[in-house]
Nanobody, 127 residues
Framework: QVQLVESGGGAVQAGESLRLSCAAS????????WGWFRQTPGKEREGVSC?????????NYADSVKGRFTISRNNANNTVYLVMNSLKDDDTAAYYC???????????????????WGQGTQVTVSS
């Protein structure tokens, strides 16, 4: 079983940047494909970005964040990152890291019942 701990959330102004981190333990990073999801109150959790376990580390992004967000992974320190640039008010949400996602081209679903989740980190963007 893999354990995930997210960090890096906070309150920023529109146009600023944040880097979220997801520290994984219990399994090596390249054992899984990884994803970042987000959720606001009253809405379903939505996929933001994912990165495959393959050697090419192929990535996929939701249309709403393409060109602004970048997902990456560092196998040496077992951490997955999400760099978020040009943040907008609509990016305000709780962000969750997930292991064992189905990282397929958006908008096909990335979720599956065997995923593991972190506890989430809050991102608040104000203008």
């Amino acid at each position: 079983q893999v354990q995930l701990v997210e960090s890096g959330g906070g309150a920023v102004q529109a146009g600023e940047s944040l880097r979220l981190s997801c520290a994984a333990s219990g399994r090596p990073l390249n054992a899984y494909s990884w994803g970042w999801f987000r959720q606001t109150p009253g809405k379903e959790r939505e996929g933001v970005s994912c990165i495959n376990a393959n050697s090419r580390a192929t990535t996929n992004y939701a249309d709403s964040v393409k060109g602004r967000f970048t997902i990456s992974r560092n196998n040496a320190n077992n951490t997955v990152y999400l760099v978020m640039n040009s943040l907008k008010d609509d990016d305000t949400a709780a962000y969750y890291c997930a292991a064992n996602v189905e990282c397929v081209p958006y908008p096909d679903t990335w979720s599956n019942p065997d995923m593991s989740w972190g506890q989430g980190t809050q991102v608040t963007v104000s203008s």
